[in-house]
């Protein structure tokens, strides 16, 4: 892979002005996530579950939801809050939201159980400052999913027909274009990449061709989108070779003015729960 082409949140923290304070967002809670795993804040991002991967696969289980529910909640809950902390301190516009919310999410009682397990959805009644929590609980529940990811291959084509991420259950909202009659799903979160037969709308199943689009923003960096006209929702494809390893999270932030484009222009968006791990609230 050319240097050249290799798009890092610092890169375009200092390259582009107009998505620098994104970039430098998710670089703070990267560096944050990583502190956590490393100074003795909370548990390591390892989730282990029981028996071999094809085991879950095969019963339509992602992994994540495969691990015992405590380890995945001993984790995120601590993460969530430390992530809350720091946003307080970096961002003085959301510090007293970031605050309030860091201090709501300790107190015994809080839902995290409910939270996890509805994680692709909004959370539940009674979370203050919802839309941030739901943003911050995905950026710290992607440091378990990532690690999944990292640990398994993915399964074959044809053992894998949930439309959702095999490591982590997100839907799915980004690819990897390559030639062939088959394409490589990529997931936003955790970075996992699985193999789907055809060309259909892997929201919907959508098939026919007069039905799916490719929307491009010359303007809006290295990537296109594939919308369904049944579903309304679409698919980021990325060129293999501006990918690096793990979740194409500087990529996402490079080419999120695709997403932009996209809505307001054709009303076409990806699905929401992949958009909120990306996207804080306005
Ligand atoms: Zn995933
Ligand atoms: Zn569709």
């Known amino acids: 892979m050319a240097g050249d082409d290799v798009w890092t949140l610092a890169r375009i923290e200092a390259e582009e002005p107009e998505l620098a304070p994104l970039a430098r967002l ?13 100074d003795g804040g909370g548990p390591a ?3 282990a579950f029981a028996g071999p991967p094809a085991v879950h696969w095969l019963a339509g289980r992602p992994l994540l939801l495969a691990v015992q529910p405590g380890v995945v909640r001993a984790l995120t809950a ?8 720091r946003v307080a301190a970096a961002f003085e516009d959301v510090a007293e939201a970031a605050a309030e919310l860091a201090v709501f999410v300790g107190r015994p009682g809080f839902p995290w159980q409910e939270c996890i397990d509805g994680f692709r959805g909004p959370p539940p009644s009674g979370v203050p400052h919802a839309p941030l929590f739901r943003f911050l609980l995905l950026r710290a529940l992607a440091a378990p999913a ?11 084509p044809g053992r894998w027909l949930r439309r959702m991420c095999p490591f982590c259950g997100l839907p799915p909202a980004a690819s990897v274009a ?24 892997p929201s919907c199943g959508e098939d026919d061709g007069n039905r799916l689009r490719v929307l491009a923003a010359p303007a809006a960096g290295p990537a296109t989108l594939e919308a369904c006209d049944s579903c309304g929702l ?30 307001r222009d054709e009303g076409v968006r990806r699905a929401p ?8 609230p306005a």
Not at 146 to 156: N, V
Not at 185 to 192: E, K, N, P
Not at 273 to 280: E, F, H, S
């Open 26 to 38: 998710h670089g703070i809670l990267a560096d944050e996530t990583a502190r956590f795993a490393t």
């Open 45 to 47: 991002p390892r989730a």
């Open 78 to 85: 601590p993460l969530t809050q430390r992530l809350a902390q």
């Open 146 to 156: 990532t690690h999944l990811a990292r640990s398994f291959s993915a399964p074959p």
């Open 178 to 201: 390559r030639p062939g009659g088959e394409r490589w799903l990529l997931c936003v979160l955790c970075g996992g990449r699985w193999t789907v037969s055809g060309m259909a709308c």
């Open 234 to 263: 679409a698919v980021k494809v990325f060129a293999d070779g501006a990918l690096a390893p793990g979740p194409p999270l500087a990529l996402e932030i490079l080419t999120i003015r695709l997403d932009f484009v996209a809505e």
């Open 273 to 280: 729960a992949a958009v909120a791990a990306l996207l804080p």
